[in-house]
């Protein structure tokens, strides 16, 4: 079954608000085999929600829609869903006295505008709203569906989770979904499609994969479609299971881990503690392995030497070194890791320097040159980065890349 | 005038991806004085992508098109506004020449997808993508214009910032607008609505005010539209500064300077050092201080003590306190003040101990409770959080608020 979502509201359009809603219920309808058409964002204007219904109902026969039923003026949502089914809004007293009720459980009245609120169009079967006043609505004529629900996102959650996702459910007769994702750190897009072109071009007509790269890292989906559930599983794990086979080291989770989370299950698993040094990175490295929950179970900490006379005295890195080859230079990361295993008293540390940009290149060693030490006591790791991003990319880059090599390493331990 | 934004890529209808793009896009946008009709998501679908394009013009003479632009094959997009224009596509040597050049920084070659990917709408003007491999195409017939970007989000607004920004400026001749912006911190929404309310209940009809919380912060911003754009902007100006004077401290900078920026001038100016010691925000203030270019003048460095034997041996926090305060107590971040400073030499240094949850919690000490100190050499002071919010959130809370707090002791020094 295909289903398209409408969302209404001006905060949507003018940037205000980012629409989360509209992925969690692409999830969510995923997961009972509804796939999403389109998503189409109107204004607060009548015209606009006429036409909205008209094109969502054009590409499928369930629509979804979210915001405009709250008190305030701006709401027209409930009208126009009363017109566009031909039906005219009338007074539902079971709205007026669960509005009372909620309102009571706060000690507060109800206004003229709740009052308001609860006039329903009559053809609508309400859906209680167990987080809010505004009941949803569930339309059916013929083989057109609607569900309208508030646009706060927990009301629409629980909506959804306590009633409109068994209504969907109920008329849904389609094909399944199944994704299998992989997660890949290291690799391009492109090389990772040539990589696994042979087998993508042996894929039966109900699968698909799709390429979405992130910084330094490319999530492969999967998705199959089709009647039967266990058979479109199976053969798409085993051509799943091909692909990361090919790709090896480069895939580091099936599923949505995050990178930092790999790296400390693993951490974890070796019974290993971490730590990292970081100059150019700035402490975006410690911030993303100390964002997993638990991590203090392997992670002790960090010493962020922006300055040089930091590297030195609390590194140890050797005045020598940095005279010589520079802070930002093979031999400089090398001895941080050192330095750091020394100071914080870690089993493996990740050392970055490099030069993040705008400004501070030279001739020699450009913006965007960038060194990243990892090892244990007496065997150390580099690599080199040559980066023509922004300051803000080359960080965040710079920082997956080499947790990137800190699971690797990790790995070979 | 206004747009319709069409957004294209399977992942944006299955939940795999949050569509961040489109408010940013809003934002820019309404600041030119361009409106957002509609957003309009749709799949990686020929059809789809033509229903698409013509809804969008429908309610629309800007069509904002983004995604599908890369090497990869889900991608189809050229070659449907190539058919929407009646266009053919060409290959185009400049776009070769350019990935090549891409490519060469980092010694890799080209592939074949890349040379299709340089094929090219005759009608489009190309705009140059410097964080990426696909230019912008800004179709212009008749009344109608089109911008198609690729999806990445640093690309796309790359290509908004150098090019497509001008492009729409352009051919829109729309009424003047002026924004006044004014950001603040540590001060809330409502309490910041009652302190101004006399000043706003004055405004002219011209001009709007628009409250956009962020964590621990909100950026006030004054809009004003009409004919005459010297008068509307003198008269924002004088209700602007009238409301700077009443919030005082609480207002960090006017215009889109970041608080970490804030923090850098006072300290250039002031010719103070700063270094930071952070236990549950795990270097995330490091990060903030240090994402700005030019941080090194007055940033030296961070100790992240995730473990309690790093705050002891490498920020001197005696054994004597944890035992009997916790490392979570006011005690501590106040040694971790003394220590950072006496460890790195530098002139004013924040600390933070805390518990980010989920996990970690006790009755005493429930997760939330965060201690933050700032100061200098014999002068510290301490400030207590009691958070309710999630894991990430505690930390970015807590982060900017330690950021503020460091920039209102700068104030007073």
């Known amino acids: 079954m295909n289903a398209a979502i409408l969302t209404i509201g001006d905060e949507l359009l003018n940037g205000q608000t980012i629409d989360t809603n509209a992925a969690w219920m692409g999830q969510e309808l995923n997961l009972i085999g509804v796939s999403i058409a389109s998503k189409l964002s109107v204004g607060d204007e009548a015209q606009a929600i006429k036409d909205g219904l008209d094109y969502c109902f054009n590409h499928a026969s369930l629509v979804i829609v979210t915001g405009g039923l709250g008190p305030t003026k701006d709401d027209i949502t409930k009208g126009c869903l009363a017109n566009y089914f031909e039906d005219e809004l009338t007074f539902d007293q079971g709205s007026y006295d669960k509005i009372k009720e909620y309102f009571s459980r706060t000690n507060r009245q109800p206004t003229e505008a709740h009052k308001l609120q609860c006039h329903m169009p009559s053809k609508a079967e309400l859906i209680d709203n167990q987080r809010?006043?505004?009941?949803?609505?569930?339309?059916?004529e013929g083989d057109k569906f609607l569900l309208s629900m508030p646009g706060v996102p927990?009301?629409?959650?629980?909506?959804?989770?306590?009633?409109?996702?068994?209504?969907i459910d109920a008329v849904n007769t389609q094909q399944n979904i199944y994704h299998y994702i992989m997660q890949t750190a290291g690799m391009g897009e492109t090389y990772i499609a040539e990589q696994i072109e042979d087998i993508v071009s042996t894929f039966p007509d109900f699968l698909s994969i799709a390429y979405l790269p992130g910084l330094a890292s490319v999530k492969l989906r999967l998705t199959a479609k089709g009647a039967d559930a266990e058979q479109i599983k199976k053969e798409t794990e085993a051509l799943g299971a091909r692909i990361v086979s090919t790709l090896g080291d480069a895939v580091f989770a099936l599923g949505n881990t995050k990178l930092e989370e790999a790296v400390g299950q693993i951490a974890?698993?070796?019974?290993?503690?971490?730590?990292?040094?970081?100059?150019?990175?700035?402490?975006?490295i410690s911030r993303l392995l100390t964002s997993v929950s638990g991590s203090s179970a392997y992670y002790k900490g960090s010493i962020?030497?922006?300055?040089?006379?930091?590297?030195?005295?609390?590194?140890n890195v050797s005045e020598d070194t940095i005279n010589t080859h520079g802070a930002?230079?093979?031999?400089?990361?090398?001895?941080?890791?050192?330095?750091?295993?020394?100071?914080l008293h870690v089993d493996v540390a990740v050392a970055v320097s490099g030069i993040a940009g705008p400004t501070?290149?030279?001739?020699?060693?450009?913006?965007?040159?960038?060194?990243i030490a990892v090892g244990r006591k007496g065997?150390?790791?580099?690599?080199?980065?040559?980066?023509?991003?922004?300051?803000?990319?080359?960080?965040s880059y710079t920082s997956v890349f080499a947790l990137n090599e800190l699971r690797r390493y990790l790995n070979g331990i």
């Open 132 to 140: 809010g006043t505004a009941p949803g609505m569930w339309f059916a």
């Open 154 to 167: 927990s009301e629409m959650k629980g909506l959804m989770k306590n009633g409109g996702l068994s209504k």
């Open 268 to 284: 974890k698993e070796k019974g290993l503690t971490l730590g990292t040094a970081e100059s150019c990175t700035g402490g975006n």
């Open 304 to 315: 962020v030497a922006y300055a040089n006379d930091v590297k030195m005295n609390d590194l």
């Open 328 to 343: 930002v230079s093979e031999e400089t990361v090398m001895e941080m890791v050192e330095g750091l295993i020394n100071r």
């Open 360 to 371: 501070g290149g030279t001739p020699d060693k450009p913006v965007g040159t960038i060194w």
């Open 379 to 395: 065997h150390v790791l580099t690599k080199k980065l040559q980066l023509t991003k922004t300051r803000d990319l080359n960080i």
